[in-house]
């Protein structure tokens, strides 16, 4: 057998550190989405911050975030074919948190949950990037398919 095909038996016996990293996005975004859902007032009340008029919106922000947790769950699938999907949950993950401490700095959000979002959102942000490095890596050419 040849190289070239111990590496694809391999990568479709067992789940890369890519496919585990997008799992881990995919259980994330559906049960922050789910979380949204079912209880769209919890995060303002737990981030001491009043309640939004219009609960619906989150509960909208929550369905999203949930489908795109299903978006990452194709993706561990065959990263490579997929890894576009990836690079646009990448630069959601790079963006949120500047929007997360833009709110923080014009004192929107209080100090302790604007930093926790941050934290989490940037550490999606490495991880996801990595994969993405990894996946357009010219000495991954024939891995992740």
């Not at 995060?43 to 489908?67: K, R």
Request: hydrophobic residues 55%; neutral net charge.
């Amino acid at each position: 057998m040849n190289t070239d095909a111990n590496l694809k038996a391999m990568n479709e016996s067992r789940p890369t550190w890519i496919s585990k990293t997008l799992l881990g996005c995919f259980g994330y975004y559906v049960l922050s989405g789910i979380w949204l859902l079912v209880q769209p007032t919890a995060i303002f009340e737990l981030s001491q911050i009043p309640p939004p008029n219009y609960p619906w919106l989150v509960q909208l922000a929550g369905l999203m975030t949930a489908i795109f947790g299903f978006v990452f769950l194709v993706c561990a699938k065959a990263p490579k074919k997929y890894v576009a999907f990836i690079a646009i949950g990448l630069a959601a993950q790079i963006l949120l948190p500047i929007f997360t401490l833009t709110c923080w700095i014009l004192g929107k959000i209080p100090t302790a949950p604007a930093l926790s979002l941050a934290v989490v959102d940037t550490a999606w942000a490495v991880a996801l990037g990595l994969c993405v490095f990894d996946i357009l890596s010219p000495r991954n050419e024939h891995a992740h398919d």
